[in-house]
């Protein structure tokens, strides 16, 4: 049996959660609903990435007792561009150290570009951000990574990087 499980906390992620849904018929469920994980082979974790995790990540794959014959992927959507090496590599490091060796060491990993919408940000993220946004405006260009120049270029904004065609690499892999 086959589950897409997605953590989405305004939308995007779940955004691409349906459309690889609807690509390859396999249902889709947000990761609170989820009642047991065990009776799946082939899991699909689609998580936004919120204050250096991966959003209900743990929590939900921290349920398989056994990771054995099973194929496991995660992709992360997240608003810095995913093609930057830095970027992979800090987002792979966080979530190495989200889940146990087990599990981590049998997963692919897929980075996805989400988007944001500063006007639908409940107060905490607002804060969080402007917090963010102040700190990253203050160094200098060489001290920046995609991470930083992503929240300084959409600051306030509401932006969509959604490109459902990134899908395509997961898709190959389910298959």
Excluded: W
């Amino acid at each position: 049996m086959e589950i897409i499980i997605y953590g989405s906390q305004y939308g995007t992620t779940e955004q691409y959660a349906q459309e690889l849904s609807k690509r390859n018929d396999i249902k889709a469920e947000g990761y609170d609903n989820i009642q047991d994980i065990n009776q799946y082979d082939t899991i699909i974790y689609l998580g936004a990435l919120y204050a250096g995790s991966v959003l209900g990540m743990k929590k939900t794959l921290s349920k398989i007792d056994d990771c054995s014959g099973k194929k496991i992927i995660i992709a992360t959507v997240g608003l810095a561009d995913p093609n930057d090496k830095e970027n992979r590599d800090t987002i792979r490091k966080r979530i190495k150290g989200q889940l146990s060796d087990d599990v981590f060491n049998n997963v692919t990993i897929y980075f996805l570009r989400g988007g944001i919408d500063y006007s639908l940000l409940n107060l905490k993220h607002k804060t969080m951000m402007a917090f963010i946004y102040r700190r990253a405006k203050k160094l200098k260009e060489d001290e920046r990574n995609a991470e930083v120049d992503a929240i300084v270029e959409t600051y306030g904004k509401k932006v969509s990087f959604i490109d459902f065609d990134s899908l395509n690499p997961i898709i190959n892999e389910i298959k």
